[in-house]
């Protein structure tokens, strides 16, 4: 049987690192490897209309998580109004090729887009 002392040193180790943890400073954005922060990205994206993260969201589209590619096509649906047929729920040959049109689409428009953003 662990001894008090055992017990309240685990403790204070314990509380020390999850003071610790808290200081970490994780990276926001869409690189963050914290999925909540990726989210965050995309919706900050949407609704401050900012055309230059286009492709990050585009790329967002291939991710593993359901939640990131859905946060990344409503996004892209609010800065272009499109969706290019990309459901977020479906199989992985019909989102890819879903992804291959918005990357025709980006070649071909998106990045004028950008060229003529303030």
């Known amino acids: 049987m662990a001894s008090r002392r055992t017990?309240?040193?685990a403790f204070i180790a314990s509380a020390i690192l999850g003071v610790v943890a808290g200081c970490v400073d994780i990276p926001r954005g869409f690189d963050s490897p914290e999925?909540?922060?990726?989210l965050?990205?995309?919706?900050?994206?949407a609704r401050e209309g900012d055309l230059g993260s286009?492709?990050?969201?585009?790329r967002m589209l291939e991710s593993s998580d359901p939640a990131s590619r859905?946060?990344?096509i409503r996004a892209l649906e609010r800065?272009?109004?499109e969706t290019m047929g990309y459901d977020h729920a479906g199989s992985v040959p019909e989102r890819?090729?879903?992804?291959?049109r918005w990357w025709v689409w980006y070649g071909d428009t998106g990045a004028g887009w950008l060229a003529e953003a303030p």
Do not use: M, Q
């Open 70 to 72: 859905l946060a990344a």
């Open 35 to 38: 999925p909540a922060a990726r």
């Open 96 to 100: 890819a090729e879903a992804v291959e």
């Open 54 to 58: 286009l492709a990050e969201l585009i």
């Open 40 to 45: 965050d990205a995309a919706a900050k994206a």
């Open 79 to 81: 800065l272009t109004g």
């Open 7 to 9: 017990i309240g040193a």
